[in-house]
């Protein structure tokens, strides 16, 4: 990847030709139960590279506004929010939900000259939306399925990772390194371990991809050696632009990543896991919420991994030479996130010699810098409508001769109803 | 205030615009008492962004000087201050007060080729100052009322805030945020509680400024709704180029600000209470000592703030919620402290938009850029006559067809023999 | 020194002229003890500004290799030292201690084209030795003389200095400094206290010194006042480019320093004693492991000093008032780092002055220059011929008359098959 491509494809702050593409789509910025009561804790939150403020008013709509007043520019995070908006500490200045000035108490006729920016909120899937492109062109709320399922069948995280959002959704997209970084993990792990998928995995390292480019983004198809005769298939998806989809293993739920460019050496990884057809158990909640499977242990009470770049992720070179960690790194989404800051904030694309493996990250990238370059001609994204993101993953074994992008159009496209595929 | 007049503004290293005209007047560096003892312990002193070492010598002499040997370039705060000077460790170079070098061990002959650069210093309520412009324009000592005072009757403290000193000090000359931030403040702190002005305060968000342009700054007179058919007048001032004044709550002392750049993203806050007319009490030098009132309490043994924005300023969402904060920040230096940083580093001007309340900082702004162009075209700075200093806050309640400008003209102007004018 | 002159010595990283210069010989990077087992645990080392991964293979060899994976970026810090190589933890390319890809796994017929850069090491005197330059000019292994001493007769540590290589190494330089930072610490570490040397030390400040040029470096001459009729001279030697050595103090152990350059702010400063003539006594090398004498104490597990600029160097104003630390600052080690980081990460050598007991460095500082400006000109380096660093520090009285210089030539000059020259 040239640096002309690279620099359009990793720089996401206002203005930008990237930005401009990812502000069309709806953005997870926070969980619903970060803003839960009405007239709570107003929360700084950055975005795309804009420094915004989130509170709930009393009413309890959601607003997500400048961080910062009009006025003088002090940060309303040191602000009152009662009675219908964020009322500014410094000179009470007050806005509401929709930014729109509503009280200068000192002179309270300039108050409609004294708006700032206000972008539309919705909750889905227990987590906060935003819309921060041009109003008249506002797209349906999303479909991913795990936000059109109860509470209960639902488990959503997020974690900080410590680097441009490519990098690391391009570990979400290519699913090669499985294999080898998880290796041990995919055993070990209880939301994991016991399927069959673990054995496949792990006898053949040589995954072959089949990638199929669709309206909404890339179905791609991981071929495995399966029992004899057969081919294991991981059937993962990306979704415009930034959600991908992961196949269960055995009877362990689904799962998925949202991956939100914070600024462009920061991203929010947001995690799902979810079954369509129950709620979680106890215990996958419980597992979940301690942080495994594609979760991670937190700060108490904040974001950042335990685990992290100034602790060298909190390495085990005993656990590694005894394979137990295949990296010395514990959890799936640590030994991700250790690799892929490791590469810096923002990865040199130059310098980096692509694989076969990596068909799927150059197909992505290509959709996107096409829908930069086309949304610059005046060409409408991809994907606005919801209904493209109705699709779920899939772990199959079939037999040799068959074409798993047929089984794939019968069993998986473009509806929810239909049975959980895995093995 | 667009781009061009902000940063000539905001920039006061050594040869910009601003910081030639600050280096015309006396600049508070250091408490006396840190600089006790002759011969004791060197100080490492960062002021308008030079890095200057202060110490007091064998014979009482305070020396400011270059941080650095003039050899290598090694800090002389590793150096050794005996017998009349600073003795580097490196080599042995020694260092008068006025910066002389009279010692060069292995080549006497060349000290007096090997000098640093010195600024003459006073002492004054309780006070080291500097002043490091040519040295053929020093002016006299300053006079604002608190330095004339016996040390019993004065308070003087100083914190670290971290950002330019524009914006603080705007904080100091724009009163009408009184009513907001500092709203339930008033009523708690031992140093404001009690007096009649706060019922005014709470009860007339609304002040309406009259500013008089006097030739050594501004004069502001603020008028809140008093009892029947009075108003309550706050007459504060800012005095060129860094003090403001604050009148005293009731019974409580004066106070006074002085806000000096140690660099461009950091000033000091200095922060005074007075009383012209008796010492202060036990108990409210106790009280101040405790970080009450305009002081903030700091780490032990130094002058940064418990309450920062590494901690968010121990924001309390509870007590804002109930009514004990307004912004969740306990402290009027905090309270101001925390908005002002908010702004970041340095705020961006260019983005502001003024309110009617803003005319005090509108108009200092001019007259500061006013005397920059002057003198860069030759005409002497303003106020450099240490009597324009001469002036009191006061806080009086009046007919409302009174003119505050004549009470204070009859009252207030340019003695300091009057009583205390409080309410 | 010229802007123009500092930025060439002061800057070493790939590519530079400086850095061509000091790539043409070996460089110290780790010690053999922290790559001890085959197949332990690979170390991330940063020299000359380039980011390297060190490991010692199945077979004992030892690699230093580009930090990260030729595909796509990753630090292979977090790759899987086993059987030859080190696997990438992402997608499981490997590659071997020099460099060559041996495997792909997804797709091992591109295996040749995906290898990293490499350079060869050797172990000598505890230290593994790195040549980072063209392949076809890699000269003879070191000879300095501790490099060729048992192991029980040598004592090596290393400690991170936070600055450039250039201002660490000219302390090693000039010695004029020890009557002066050191002057207390000679007569109380164990490494140095009860030599005839340190009277004649602290009796003399004002050492004189007479400065030879030879094909490998320098040899200094220091002379200072012995007993009556004689000199006390100090002969210490730099030799191309980075290595400097020290006379015993009496009974004690000979010493040298290496100065490397991390990136161009921060350096390793390798200490080293040695006796050419004995093993180091239990005592002796209790104290070094204590980080007395030239050493210093350091982070548990680290090369970080405890006493370091974040402390102030623990610095004890008490201490230096009692004439017990010229400086407040104890030990050698950082003694001379606290002055040399206190220049800042680069000194500004323009604005230095520098006196007549700056000759030494003046001399290497021209020597290093010439050299650089040479090798453009297709000059090859001097002082590749390691048989030019078979030389020996000595502390010796002379008769007023005598020649120093003729007593090394006789005594000294390119053989190590001497006596111990110290007093």
Redesign the interface.
């Known amino acids: 990847m040239n640096r002309e491509m690279s620099e359009t494809l990793v720089r996401t702050g206002p203005g930008t030709p990237m930005g401009n593409l990812m502000r069309r789509y709806w953005v997870p910025i926070l969980h619903g139960y970060e803003l839960a009561e009405p007239?709570g804790?107003q929360l700084r939150v950055q975005i795309l590279g804009e420094r915004l403020l989130a509170f709930r008013d009393t009413r309890g709509r959601i607003g997500l506004i400048d961080e910062?007043c009009?006025?003088?520019?002090?940060?309303l995070?040191?602000?009152?929010n009662e009675e219908c908006g964020i009322r500014?500490?410094?000179?009470?200045l007050k806005f509401d939900v929709d930014g729109n000035c509503i009280d200068?108490?000192?002179?309270p006729q300039?108050a409609p000259?004294?708006g700032i920016k206000a972008y539309p909120c919705i909750e889905r899937g227990g987590v906060v939306w935003a819309y921060m492109g041009p109003p008249d062109k506002r797209p349906a709320p999303p479909e991913v399925e795990w936000c059109l399922l109860p509470a209960e069948q639902v488990f959503v995280s997020r974690r900080l990772q410590e680097c441009n959002y490519l990098?690391a959704m391009e570990g979400g997209i290519d699913t090669?390194?499985v294999?080898?970084?998880h290796r041990y993990e995919v055993d070990a792990d209880p939301m994991h371990k016991g399927s069959a998928a673990n054995r496949y995995i792990k006898a053949d390292?040589?995954?072959v991809f089949d990638i199929e480019q669709t309206p909404f983004g890339l179905t791609m198809f991981g071929r495995r050696n399966g029992d004899p005769g057969t081919y294991y298939w991981r059937i993962t998806q990306w979704l415009f632009p930034w959600f991908t989809l992961i196949p269960p293993f055995g009877e362990h739920p689904l799962g998925g990543h949202v991956w939100v460019p914070i600024d462009d050496h920061n991203c929010w990884a947001w995690s799902i896991n979810f079954r369509p057809d129950r709620a979680l158990s106890a215990q996958e909640r419980g597992a979940m919420e301690q942080g495994m499977g594609i979760h991670a242990p937190c700060e108490p009470g904040g974001f950042r991994p335990l685990a992290n770049r100034d602790n060298?992720?909190l390495?085990d070179?005993k656990a590694?030479?005894e394979r137990r960690a295949?990296?010395?790194?514990f959890g799936f989404a640590m030994?991700d996130a250790?690799?892929?800051e490791?590469?810096?904030p923002i990865?040199?694309h130059e310098?980096?010699?692509?694989?076969?493996?990596?068909k799927g990250i150059v197909m992505a990238r290509r959709m996107l810098y096409d829908a930069v370059l086309n949304l610059q001609n005046g060409v409408e994204p991809p994907a606005l409508d919801a209904s493209a993101q109705r699709v779920r993953a899939a772990g199959v074994l079939l037999d040799r001769a068959r074409k798993p992008a047929d089984w794939a159009n019968e069993h998986l496209a473009n509806r929810l109803d239909v049975p959980v595929y895995s093995i």
Do not use: W
């Not at 200068?104 to 002179?107: F, L, T």
């Open positions: 007239d804790p910062f009009s006025h003088r520019g002090a940060s995070y040191f602000g009152r500014c500490s410094y000179h009470g200068v108490p000192s002179a300039v000259k004294m990098q090669s390194h294999s080898f970084v390292g040589n995954v060298d992720y390495i070179r590694q030479r295949y990296s010395g790194v030994q250790s690799l892929q490791s590469m810096g990865q040199n310098a980096e010699k692509l694989l076969p493996t990596d």
